[in-house]
């Protein structure tokens, strides 16, 4: 295997499961964000 | 209807529907919370690390960037990565680790608030133009332009208009929290459908092993056949992110310097990722040129959207023109809504209405937004070389905010304000003296303008991409002078 294909292939893990695994810490903080725009509305 | 047009299916134009409604509602959700300019301009000062890691990608990866980075390495390979690339991640990096810290020390919303509270508003509504030029999302309203045209059959001004009016009616609602959440589903997608599109294109090409035993050596070439001269001007150009008006509103909209930190440092490696899958995709239809499975006289631009679109299956083309549309949109409303924020916000407001209220601000902000759309698509229409366009606005902010930002922010002692407008005026001057005169003087070639200077039996070739090599020096030099002139303090560094 080349370097080539080692660089794609780690690219392919950090853009699929890399870019999933941010978007989950996203939705956890979501809530908290959230909620907080509530409370400042109120 | 073009080739393209007649290799979607139905389901693919559903996707693409969704996706768009999709973005809208998230538009409409947001505006009912938003209440103040500040939760609208720099989203309360509550944006976390994830929501940060993904609006910064997303927006710097517009439809320029994207087509832009698979046109090089369609013609030359992996060069595309290494030498325009990397000087932008070591300016990010340095951003990172040096810029965020003292940036966070003070509570200012815009890159012209920096130059008002170290050199008075002179600077201010200079550096404001400038911010103002660089941000009008050119780019990536025709690049949308030519994407429906291409999907849909729309004409590109058809495009342009569908494309940008649909990524300002989500910002005029919502602001940076509609932009930052749409952002966040547009980060996923466009690289969901990157990571997806990139094993379906090598497969039909035959893999690395059919590219590496059949394409030129000189695709993995990593410096290419680049000159130096060329190498330091790509650095040059990557000094603008020092300056980038998108990365100062996320620094001010971060929670707190970590989180802002830790999202550029991530965001590093998102952003190294996924330009070697552009350039991958771009080398992968290189090859399928040679297969004959691509047409032999294909643009460079269109090489990243026909590779794929000859690769996928129906449904998942759908989700990849859902992700190129994400690229496009995410910069649009970004950049948007700084320009409608630099129209009221950094120059109406300080110089007619200085004591508007926060509602006004938040209502006057919308109305600039449209206004800054209508340049915009108008610059959209009448330009025919963009890039030109790009490199232009880019040079200008560049050469007018790096130095009395730099000074202001890290330079010891006490600013003053004349330094500020001397160096912001010194280098507009120069970039605008320099662009002018070579356009009018000099000979066309390349796609560019240039003149030859000819001294001592040498001479030297003054390409317009030049001017910033020039127009820093001359801006340090009006920052000099106007240290040396009287002094009229501001206040303290």
Known sequence: MTLW????????????????????????????IIRQMERDEE | MNALTQSLDFLDYAIVVIYLAGMIAIGLWIARR????????????????????????????????????????FAEGVVSWFAYARPYYLALLITGLVLVRRLKAFPFLSLPDIAEHFYGKGTRVTIAL??????????????????FHITLGLSETQGYLLGATIAVFYTLLGGIWADALTDTVQFVVMCLTLAIAIPFALQIV????????????????????????????????SFSVFVEPALYQRIFGAKDERSVRRALLLGIVLWAAYDWGVTILGIAAAAAVQQNLLPADLEGRQALIQIVLISLPIGLKGFFIAGILSAAMSTVDSYLLLSGGNLVYDIYRPLFRARMT?????????????AALIPCLAIAVYFKRITDAWVFMSTVLTATTLIPIMAALFLPGKRRSREGLLSSLFGLGLVLTYYALLTILGREEKDS???????????????????LFFALPFSALGFILGSCLKPRERSDS
């Open chain 2, 449 to 467: 303008f240039v003149i030859t200077l000819s001294l001592f039996s040498h001479s030297w070739d003054l390409w317009r991409e030049y001017s």
């Open chain 2, 358 to 370: 926060d509602a006004a601000l938040l209502r006057w902000t919308r109305i600039g937004i449209v």
């Open chain 2, 34 to 73: 938003v209440k103040t300019f500040e939760s609208f301009f720099v989203a309360g000062r509550m944006m976390t690390t994830p929501l940060l890691i993904s609006t910064l990608v997303s927006t710097y990866y517009g439809l320029d960037v994207t087509f832009g980075a698979s046109e090089v390495s």
């Open chain 2, 206 to 237: 035959g893999g690395f092993a059919w590219i590496m035993a059949n394409l030129d050596a000189k695709y993995f070439t990593p410096m290419g056949d680049i000159s130096y001269g060329y190498l330091f001007a790509l650095v040059f150009t």
């Open chain 2, 130 to 147: 400038a911010s103002f030029l660089y941000n009008l999302p050119i780019l990536s309203i025709i690049g949308m332009g030519i994407l």
């Open chain 1, 5 to 32: 294909e080692i660089g794609t292939y780690l690219a392919l893990i950090i853009l699929g499961p890399g870019a999933l695994a941010v978007f989950i810490f996203f939705l956890r903080d979501a809530r908290k």
